[in-house]
């Protein structure tokens, strides 16, 4: 138990902070589109990157070494791109305010997002891979049980704000708390992105 508790809290801790992952997310759940799919998606990736982590974080760095900086260039691109879509949603205002309007994602596209904000953003390999793995390394044959932990505390945290998210409909029913949102995850998107360009 000792050994599962410890890894739902490090798993908590490391997803709790808003990032692109969890800004989709919560978009998503205000939204009401895609819900189930969207936090499921998310709560699977980060499952199957924590048993890489504690299973077999050191074997796959070693089998390609350079998957680090091929994401960590390709999610920078990424995030520059998605955070001038988000800012220029914010400046022209209104396009997303009625989730009903018609120009909600597909299922496909939002899904395609949601991979991209995850797979793309080295930060998840280093906090699931790499920090994760290294934890669940102190607990030996426990090591299974810290990584059901881990995966618990993501599918209870992605669900819990994408279908939490809907308890905030009131405030974005106007237009220009849509407009705050899709600055602030822009300004989320950048700096995320000059944290990997520079490398801190």
């Given at each position: ?5 410890t890894?739902?809290?490090t798993?908590?801790?490391l ?25 499921l998606?998310?709560?699977?990736s980060?499952?199957?990157l ?7 974080s ?13 994401m960590r260039w ?10 001038a ?9 209104g396009g ?7 120009k ?7 899904l ?10 080295p ?6 891979v790499?920090?994760?793995g290294?934890i669940?390394?102190?607990?030996g ?24 998210a809907?308890?905030?409909?009131p ?6 708390s849509?407009?705050v949102?899709?600055?602030?995850i ?8 000059f944290?990997?360009a520079s490398g801190?």
């Amino acid at each position: 138990m000792h050994a599962t508790f410890t890894g739902f809290i490090t798993g908590l801790s490391l997803i709790l902070a808003i990032g692109a992952q969890n800004a989709f997310v919560l978009r998503q759940g205000l939204k009401k589109s895609h819900v189930f799919a969207v936090a499921l998606t998310c709560a699977a990736s980060d499952a199957i990157l924590i048993a890489v982590g504690v299973f077999a974080s050191a074997k796959v760095s070693e089998a390609f070494p350079l998957i680090l900086p091929v994401m960590r260039w390709g999610g920078v691109a990424f995030l520059v791109v998605y955070g001038a879509r988000a800012a220029r949603a914010a400046y022209r205002g209104g396009g997303h305010l009625d989730p009903a309007d018609g120009k909600v994602q597909t299922l496909g596209a939002a899904l395609a997002t949601c991979l991209a904000l995850t797979w793309l953003n080295p930060h998840v390999y280093l906090d699931t891979v790499v920090l994760v793995g290294a934890i669940s390394a102190d607990f030996g044959p426990e090591r299974g049980n810290f990584a059901l932990g881990a995966i618990s505390a993501s599918f209870v945290f992605f669900f819990a704000l994408a279908y939490g998210a809907r308890l905030l409909a009131p405030v974005f029913a106007r237009e220009v708390s849509w407009r705050v949102l899709d600055g602030l995850i822009a300004v989320v998107m950048w700096l995320i992105a000059f944290k990997l360009a520079s490398g801190v």
